[in-house]
């Protein structure tokens, strides 16, 4: 109604408050964003240069003409052993990577076993003496299994020779963090990485070596600052906005579930104290921590994943808005040969009293760590199939990881839910809050695995650095599609494309058998 001087209805309080808190909102949110946006003073440092058009061009060019192969790299491998070996997870990318470096110092193929879920398919073993190598499909989540891959009878040439386990294998489920969804990693990562350690010890091998993650480190991000914080003199970025990646945290007691950022690095611990722990005389251990992430092949996750999508990101976590983040990365080639450098120490009678066993070491690419921003310039300006980059804001996403979360939960707390409810598909699944704290710059620390044995170190250096790595990935990319510019890309499985074509094995399984 009109008051008494007819200037119009009185204002709705209620209206007025909900204005009010939303602007509120929407300049917290703003405010959250920019921070998540900004790349700290001491970040900088870590990284102080950036690749230019020339420097790709260059280095594509120099790659082309004399690409990287293990043959160009033997010198850096470390010399042969009078030993077998087994390399659970040798299909994949350090797996591959380890088996082709044993080739190449001589190992004959008898010498070698693979032990995985699926046959090699990496065009890099499907030619020449890798062709030759025992392939044994295997289950490490079962006991049985695994005892019979491993207790195999060898070739009389290498039957009696001393053995070597490299243990690569796992699944990776980059985003679960409730202990609802745990059980798939701690299936493979966790039991599967016992068994290993067990059939390992039945078959007499005397050397262990297994593949954890520097991730393992990381802790959960901060998401959502308290507002009071945000318009401080000195605002700051989210608590774990950057993080170092080191062995530290080993060396203290296993932090609870909830430290972990994911599910995947929680179970990846246990598997690594698991390792550690059974080092002894007669079987000496110890475990290399890739800085993530690990590339090197089509079907990696890094730049494999991204090549395969022209746009970039439609339906994956992290996209446009990490450009400005700085992390380091490591080739699986550089990954294999820290693997054979521990193998080296390790394989000398009294080794498990020595500091480099029973304990792991982070290994990084042999430069500073790179801005996501350099990987994305480098895709742009190399590859013969489109890439490019679609915009997004960090706060955005982060607000509709949430009800995905929820929606992946209730189908996990519910069951009968799936009766009516689909599954999310593809990526869209792994957009989880718990992705984030892996989409924040992560400086890591080579130092421990890079010093001199006789000082305790691997005596480690990298055969590539990531400028090398990614474009010499980039050369192989664009050979295998040379007249695909504006068709598909081919289909790679990748590590969490596996995970996931696995986990779905599994639940079909579980539905026929009632399990």
Not at 175 to 193: H, I, Q, Y
Not at 475 to 480: A, G
Request: charged content about 20%; hydrophobic content about 40%; some cysteine.
């Amino acid at each position: 109604m009109l008051d008494q001087r007819g200037t119009g209805p009185d204002p709705d309080p209620a209206v007025a408050i909900a204005v009010a808190v939303a602007v509120l909102v929407a300049l917290y949110l703003v405010r959250l964003n920019q921070l998540f946006l900004s790349t700290p003073d001491e970040v900088k440092k870590a990284a102080p240069t950036r690749w230019t058009d020339k420097l790709l061009r260059d280095t594509y060019a120099r790659l082309e003409a004399h690409p990287v192969t293990t043959k160009s790299y033997a010198a850096r491998i470390p010399p042969k052993l009078e030993r077998r070996y087994i390399v659970t997870g040798g299909s994949g990318l350090v797996g591959g990577f380890i088996v082709l470096q044993l080739l190449e110092r001589g190992q004959p193929p008898e010498s070698i076993r693979v032990v995985d879920f699926r046959a090699p398919d990496r065009a890099d073993m499907l030619r020449g003496p890798a062709t030759r190598v025992d392939f044994v499909r295997t289950d490490i989540s079962s006991a049985e299994a695994t005892a019979k891959a491993f207790s195999k009878p060898w070739h009389p040439s290498v039957a009696g020779l001393p053995l070597t386990v490299f243990h690569t294998a796992a699944v990776i489920v980059p985003s679960d963090r409730s202990r609802l969804l745990s059980g798939f990693c701690e299936a493979v990562n966790v039991r599967g990485t016992r068994n290993v350690v067990e059939a390992a010890r039945r078959a007499g091998a005397d050397v262990l070596v297994s593949t954890t993650s520097a991730s393992i480190s990381i802790r959960p991000v901060e998401l959502w600052v308290p507002p009071w914080r945000l318009w401080s003199t000195r605002a700051s970025p989210p608590r774990g906005y950057w993080q170092v990646q080191d062995e530290r945290d080993f060396f203290e007691p296993l932090r609870e579930h909830a430290a972990f950022y994911a599910n995947y690095p929680a179970s990846k611990a246990e598997a690594e104290r698991t390792v550690c722990a059974a080092n002894s005389a007669a079987l000496r251990t110890g475990c290399i921590r890739p800085a993530n992430g690990v590339y090197g092949n089509p079907t990696d996750n890094t730049v494999g994943g991204a090549l395969a999508w022209r746009l970039y990101p439609t339906r994956r976590p992290c996209g446009r808005w990490t450009s400005h983040i700085v992390q380091n990365f490591v080739h699986g080639i550089n990954v294999a040969i820290a693997h054979l450098d521990f193998e080296a120490i390790l394989a000398a009678t009294g080794s498990e009293s020595r500091p480099q066993a029973g304990r792991p070491f982070v290994v990084t690419d042999p430069n500073p760590p790179i801005r996501y921003g350099d990987l994305y310039r480098l895709l742009r300006t190399l590859s013969v199939t489109r890439f490019r980059v679609l915009p997004l804001q960090p706060v955005l996403m982060i607000l509709l990881s949430y009800p995905i979360e929820w929606y992946t939960l209730a189908l996990a707390r519910w069951p009968a839910l799936r009766r009516v409810l689909p599954r999310l598909p593809g990526n869209v699944k792994h957009l989880q809050p718990g992705i984030f704290s892996i989409c924040t710059h992560l400086v890591a620390s080579n130092d421990a695995a890079g010093r001199p044995v006789a000082q305790g170190g691997l005596g480690y250096t990298g055969v590539l650095t990531t400028l090398e790595g990614m474009t010499q990935e980039v050369v192989e990319w664009n050979r295998d599609h040379r007249d695909a510019k504006e068709g598909p890309p081919r289909s790679y499985k990748t590590s969490v494309s596996l995970a996931d074509d696995i986990a779905r094995a599994a639940a079909v399984m579980e539905s026929v058998t009632g399990g």
